[in-house]
């Protein structure tokens, strides 16, 4: 038992390893060389000193501390990530309701946040690994955006295709990325071992003290050294707490700083060797594999945030941001391994966008940090809403954990800030329309309920006048969809006005998404007999589910209900949206609305219901 134990959580470690420090490890290609790249930087022994100073001790307060000490332990049923987070503290203030919506709006806007810089990392990573080639041979520099767009072109070609076979490889290939970034610091560290005094925090304050506005600016390269640590808590709830605080601590951690450490040593000893620190200290034997090496680890990194993206847009589908999306599987034994095409192909046009626009890692390190950083601002917030009203924690004590964490963020965001105008602007833009698209989508849907509602037919009175001149029943099962219990379906209205029928059994189906990330099979329906054959049915789903219907409602056997496959129907309705252009938003959001509800794919793929699925057309709904 013990050794099953502990071969479990090598497999965990090891996954840990190849998903969740992807991008943070890539950091090394690009983070140290921002701070002396553009000159502004003296490159004296002690600027280098300080910088390295800042660089360990980002690495253990926002890492090591703020995220594996705390913000780890903020887990959703054992689940973590942004959607997670915010789904916690909007339960801890359930009976707030003015906070409780200003808190989704900020998680909402925190979500945008996350797609933004998933355009930004794919394209910094690879470009900084790629760029290698300029330290083989300089002829290779017009090449670069080419081979690197071919690269990204290659990975997002083939996530229709998923990663299960690759996927088992992710976790070596990344742990010998972290091994060859160990190997190459600690040789320039043994040239020039005083660079080991950074250790000490008195380096970082000293130069701060003595350069006020440079180190200032400085903060918003040394936060690109941490960029990618909100994967330790997003990818919690696919392995662990223990295995990705063992791989932190263990391998992740001492490689980063070592690295960093011997980049800080070499420009010590070779002040020319700060344009590009990371592949100068590599032997020249070694160059060609090392460029190989980090672009596969690049590719890994992107991989893991491209999946992320996909994860987390069919969160916010079921939380109710988004409208249905089309969600192809693409294992048949990892039912989370999704692939999302139009996110897919929307986060590709970014990506191109962003190199083609960019040209390179330096141009692109300015467009980074600022999203990232945001999002570790909103983390912050969300985590003092739950440990104060989620766990009950006293108000100093939570103000004293979560502020000092706070006033950190709040120093990089406005470091970060000060990059806007060279490059930041570009995901902040990307991330502002995401948020209109969200919060569009959640009040049209609210409003078209409202709507609905208005005009609704109560189903059991309904049905009561129906059974009173019997219609002629047929054989099988009709399951019919709708928005609310209690209410008549549109499609039932069409099959009685048409087909002048009714099936020998009838379910009235409501789908309802909470605010959990799971909900077990032992909770999944709710059946209300009606009569005459007929229930009503509510199926409950948490964020984190798979939506499947026809699965779920095998359940109803054990309530009565003979359902049989193969003799079951599906019907829904398809609303038509009409904006008033005036009505409850404005009336540009009133027509993206209905532009959205128009082209959105339909409950049906979304909820694994056959292809046979009746979808008629239903009302006319003005908002």
Not at 336 to 357: F, R
Not at 411 to 425: D, E, H, R
Not at 505 to 511: E, I
Request: hydrophobic share 55%.
């Amino acid at each position: 038992m013990r050794s099953n134990v502990k071969s479990s959580v090598a497999a965990l470690t090891l996954g840990a390893i190849g998903v969740v420090y992807g991008d943070i490890g890539t950091s090394v290609l690009y983070a140290f060389k921002e701070v002396f790249a553009h000159g502004h930087v003296p490159l004296t022994r002690d600027n280098v000193l300080g910088v390295l100073s800042m660089f360990f001790w980002t690495l253990m307060v926002v890492v090591s501390i703020k995220y594996v000490a705390l913000i780890m332990r903020a887990d959703n049923h054992g689940e973590g990530g942004l959607m997670a987070l915010l789904a916690l503290a909007s339960q801890s203030v359930k009976d707030r309701e003015r906070l409780r919506g200003a808190l989704l709006l900020i998680g909402v806007f925190g979500v945008a946040l996350f797609f933004g810089d998933g355009v930004i990392t794919p394209a910094i990573s690879v470009l900084s690994a790629v760029e290698g080639l300029e330290i083989i041979t300089p002829a290779a520099k017009p090449y670069v955006v080419p081979i690197s767009l071919v690269v990204l072109t290659v990975l997002f070609m083939a996530q229709r295709h998923g990663t299960s076979d690759l996927g088992r490889f992710f976790g070596p290939i990344t742990i010998l990325w972290f091994l060859a970034i160990t190997a190459t610091g600690a040789a320039q560290i043994i040239r020039e071992p005083a660079v080991l005094a950074a250790i000490w925090p008195g380096h970082g304050v000293r130069f701060a003290l003595a350069n006020h506005s440079m180190a200032f600016i400085t903060l918003g390269a040394v936060f690109l050294c941490v960029t990618g640590a909100e994967a330790l808590y997003a990818d919690m709830g696919h392995f662990g707490k223990f295995p990705i605080r063992l791989a932190w601590f263990a391998l992740v951690m001492p490689a980063l700083v070592i690295n960093y450490f011997g980049q800080g040593a070499l420009v010590m000893l070779d002040p020319k060797a700060a344009e590009n620190p990371f592949f100068l200290m590599t032997p020249e034997w070694a160059l060609v594999p090392m460029v190989v090496l980090a672009t596969a680890a690049t590719v890994i990194a992107s991989q893991a945030l491209i999946s992320g993206a996909f994860s987390a847009t069919k969160q916010t589908i079921q939380l109710g941001f988004l409208p249905r999306l089309t969600i192809l599987h693409t294992s048949v034994r990892e039912t989370g391994q999704i692939y999302i095409p139009a996110v897919n192909w929307a986060l590709y046009a970014g990506v191109v966008l962003a190199v083609s626009l960019f040209g390179s890692s330096s141009a692109l390190a300015a467009a980074y940090g600022i999203s990232v950083s945001l999002v570790m601002v909103i983390t912050t917030a969300l985590t003092f809403f739950v440990i104060r009203y989620g766990w009950g924690y006293p108000l100093w004590l939570c103000v004293l954990t979560t502020g000092f964490f706070f006033a950190v963020d709040l120093v990089f965001v406005a470091s970060n800030s000060l990059k806007i105008m060279q490059g930041g602007w570009f995901p902040l833009v990307m991330a502002a329309v995401l948020c209109v698209v969200l919060t569009t989508w959640k009040e049209g849907r609210r409003l078209m309920g409202v709507a609905q509602r208005k005009d609704a037919l109560e189903l059991k009175s309904f049905l009561a006048s129906v059974f009173l001149n019997r219609p002629t029943r047929v054989e099988g099962t009709a399951v019919f969809l709708t928005a609310d219990p209690g209410v008549v379906p549109n499609a039932l209205l069409h099959n009685l006005k048409h087909n002048k029928v009714l099936h020998e059994q009838n379910l009235f189906v409501t789908v309802r998404n909470h605010e959990v990330p799971w909900i077990p099979m032992d909770k999944r329906i709710e059946m209300e007999a009606l009569g005459h054959h007929c229930w009503q049915v509510i199926v409950h789903y948490g964020f984190k589910n798979d939506v499947d219907l026809p699965r779920a409602l095998q359940q109803a056997r054990m309530r009565g209900c003979q359902l049989e496959p193969m003799a079951t129907s599906y019907f829904l309705s398809r609303d038509v949206v009409i904006p008033t252009l005036g009505g409850g938003m404005s009336p540009w959001r009133e027509k993206l609305f209905a532009q959205m509800h128009h082209n959105a794919s339909g409950a049906a793929d979304f909820l694994g219901l056959p292809n046979n699925a009746v979808v008629e057309l239903g009302s006319k709904i003005e908002i």
